[in-house]
């Protein structure tokens, strides 16, 4: 009987034991699950902040947009005036004055395109201006950033006086440029390959 009653007054304590080691083992694995939940979303919280930031910065303000429309605007009005040549001719002779030359002549020339046959794929003006060497080359430099933009393609400089004209100063510029014509959607379409 002693037995038994130790036993019964064991009894409590033993499964309170159990119960407070059943408890902490319970706790402890929700404890990691909660651990690992809160990970999971931390990295979720963490990759939906980065896709937020690329999405602010590739979005535009109102300002930036205003901007992009006005930039586009005045390329497609440069576009437009590139294939106009009597707007080539006036903006390569105001550019030619603008630097200090003297703009002697400026005409259209026949381009016969690559290898001197077949149909010119942009046109050329031919013009001959005089001033300084430096005037020349700032010219020269300056038509491919101008606003109806034209490459040199060719160029030839000599002293303006001549027998005939001993008292000329300076030197004269004979210039070729090639005024960048730009093709048509409809063109660029039908020039791609099928």
């Known amino acids: ?49 980065e896709i937020a930031e690329r ?27 590139a294939g106009k040549p009597g707007v080539v001719v006036q903006a390569l002779t105001r550019l030619a004055r603008d630097k200090g030359l003297s703009v002697l002549e400026m005409r259209p020339t026949v381009n016969h395109g690559a290898g001197g046959k077949g149909k010119a794929e942009f046109p050329l003006y031919q013009l001959r201006v005089g001033g300084s060497y430096r005037r020349i080359a700032d ?34 510029a004979d210039i070729t440029v090639e005024a960048f014509m730009p093709a048509k959607k409809s063109e660029t379409a039908s020039a791609q390959p099928q």
């Not at 999405?55 to 437009?80: I, N, V």
Request: proline letters at 4%; glycine letters at 6%; a negative charge.
């Open 1 to 49: 009987m002693n037995r038994a009653k130790r036993a019964r007054d064991w009894l409590p304590a033993a499964v309170s034991i159990a119960v407070v080691i059943v408890t902490g083992i319970y706790a402890v694995t929700k404890r990691s699950e909660a651990a690992e939940g809160i990970e999971v979303a931390n990295q979720l919280a963490t990759a939906l902040s």
């Open 55 to 81: 999405a602010e910065s590739g979005s535009l303000s109102e300002d930036d947009l205003q901007a992009l429309r006005g930039k586009r605007d005045d390329l497609e009005s440069r576009m437009e005036d």
């Open 139 to 172: 010219f020269m430099e300056a038509c491919e950033r101008h606003r109806v933009p034209a490459r040199v393609c060719g160029f030839s400089i000599r002293n303006a006086a001549t027998p005939e004209r001993p008292d000329a100063t300076g030197l004269l």
